[in-house]
């Protein structure tokens, strides 16, 4: 895995489709390579490592990856249930103080139901996506 302190070449593309996108702070999972100007905490790490296993760590396949988590709502919303079931489970294995974990999905909650996303789900639906 590598990581680039930059925004993905076809950046353009993301923003045009997820304008709510931070580029600061967005994080890019492609082939085998992290893309991001923001901070990579271990949570994120597990996050991000999901979407570049599904990609099977090639850049060719994550091309159609990309392609197909931008067009579909059904696909992306999977991909990231996948990725933030991850974020969570390190989370609960590693974060001993429960209200810091309790924050911590909270956190994770109001991302996955967030317009980031494009609204993929609510609140309530997030909560047992994550941790169902």
Partial sequence: MKIKRKLPPFWFILHWFFPNANPKTICVAWGDTLYTYGELTPD?????????????????????????????????????????????????KWVKDRNWRFKCLIHLIDELSSSLYGNLCTKDKAKPLITG
Avoid at 51 to 78: E, M, P, T
């Fill in 44 to 92: 994120l790490l597990e996050h991000e490592k999901v979407h570049l296993q599904r990609q099977r760590h090639s850049k060719v396949i994550g091309i159609f990856w990309i392609a197909r988590y931008v067009l579909s709502r059904k696909f992306r919303l999977n991909e990231e249930v996948l990725a933030y079931k991850a974020q969570w489970n390190f989370t609960e």
